[in-house]
């Protein structure tokens, strides 16, 4: 246990990094994907640990999540179950770097967005966000994003609108799926942008699943922000110890 099979953002494969922290620490080591203790701690801490059933999806640089069946993480037989950034919402789409074409992730992340926007500049279409960030948007963050829309610039509204039907696509694929209790929402993008973001992924989710299918269905923004990956990897970090500790008494 411990390893990092396959880290894009950082060129790691098959690092044993748990082995190495424990050696350098000296002290217990865990370690698992961050989006999964994501989900973690928005349902051990802002959900109570109460959803048996609960989906987390998380709009960054990428796109991630996690999944909670039964009261526990769920992690797949490949232990790499939740990648719902990988799911292809527009085969025509573009491709963002380490994902698929037309996958959530090339359109909805913050790379996807900035590249879309790129497209378009290049394409001729204008927005605002030129005269401060140049013709390549070099430096663009959710705030410029956000900034854009509060004035009325179309080209970064509607992409930006895009992007949350593509989010709302995904989540209605994922409640037709599993029926969890909670969709809960996270990651910079969606957490900037919720105002523009929300009333479109709801929509867009709720006419995109089968009549009765919502219904006492929750789709929230999560409030713990970038906290919930530290709570949840808190409550996976004394989970584990007390496991191990547990069958070390047995023996």
């Known amino acids: 246990g411990g390893r990092i099979f396959h880290a894009y953002n950082i060129g790691w494969v098959d690092v044993g990094i748990g082995a190495i922290l424990r050696r350098r620490l000296r002290v217990p080591v865990f370690v698992e994907n961050d989006c999964n203790l994501f989900a973690l701690g928005i349902h051990r801490v802002e959900l109570l640990g ?8 998380f709009l960054g640089t990428g ?33 963002a770097p380490n994902s698929f074409p037309g996958s959530l992730e090339s359109l909805a992340s913050h790379a996807g967005i900035t590249r879309r926007l790129r497209q378009a500049v290049k394409g001729g279409e204008q927005t605002m966000l030129q005269t401060e960030l140049g013709e390549r948007l070099n430096g663009l963050t959710s705030d410029h994003l956000r900034m854009a829309i509060a004035w009325r610039d179309r080209l970064v509204k509607r992409i930006v609108r895009e992007a949350a ?16 209790e ?43 922000g970038e906290e919930g990956g530290i709570y949840g990897a808190a409550v996976f970090a004394r989970d584990e110890f007390r496991k191990t500790a547990r069958k070390s008494a047995a023996r």
């Open 50 to 57: 109460k959803p048996r059933t609960m989906v987390g999806l």
């Open 63 to 95: 796109i991630g999540g996690g999944l909670i069946i039964d009261g526990k993480l769920y992690r797949g037989f490949n232990l790499a179950a939740g990648e719902f950034g990988q799911m292809i919402v527009d085969k025509d789409g573009i491709r």
């Open 165 to 180: 039907e593509e989010t709302g696509l995904c989540v209605a694929g994922i409640i037709s799926v599993l029926g969890p």
């Open 182 to 224: 909670y969709v809960m929402l996270g990651g910079g993008v969606v957490e900037t942008l919720q105002r523009t973001m929300m009333p479109v992924i709801l929509k867009t989710a709720a006419t995109h699943v089968l009549p009765g299918t919502m219904e006492g269905i929750r789709i929230l923004l999560s409030t713990m």
